[in-house]
């Protein structure tokens, strides 16, 4: 499985991007995916997750939207009304088991390399 995430860069204060994540290899090893992040000296961070359900972090519900197009084998993480808190780098990960904690970087086997997201 590979991942290849795009879309980062900077971004004004208030401002909205769009992140994507590209998947390749083994579908059945990639079945629930989800963005996390990762700031310098802090933990990586859980964001969002989707499988048949959602599931964000408190801090960005309602500014942030997970999707996934299939067709494309691409999941997206839209941000809207960015902070300079949302500084990070951001990355995909994927799994083939339903993780039991889905904003729990552990449950996750595949990561891609990251793009990074500065809010100023």
């Known amino acids: 499985v590979q991942l290849v995430e795009s879309g980062g860069g900077p971004v004004q204060d208030g401002g909205s991007l769009r992140l994507s994540c590209v998947a390749s290899?083994?579908?059945?090893?990639?079945?629930?995916m989800g963005w996390f992040r990762q700031a310098p000296g802090k933990e990586r961070e859980g964001v969002a997750f989707?499988?048949?359900?959602?599931q964000y972090t408190d801090s960005v519900k309602g500014r942030s939207t997970i999707s996934k197009d299939d067709a494309k084998n691409t999941l997206y993480l839209q941000m809207n009304s960015l902070r300079p808190e949302d500084t990070s780098m951001y990355y995909c990960?994927?799994?083939?088991?339903?993780?039991?904690?889905?904003?729990?970087?552990?449950?996750?086997?595949?990561w891609g390399r990251g793009t990074q997201v500065t809010v100023s």
């Open positions: 990960a994927a799994t083939s088991r339903i993780p039991t904690d889905a904003l729990v970087a552990s449950n996750y086997d595949y």
């Open positions: 989707t499988f048949d359900w959602t």
């Open positions: 290899g083994d579908t059945s090893r990639r079945k629930y």
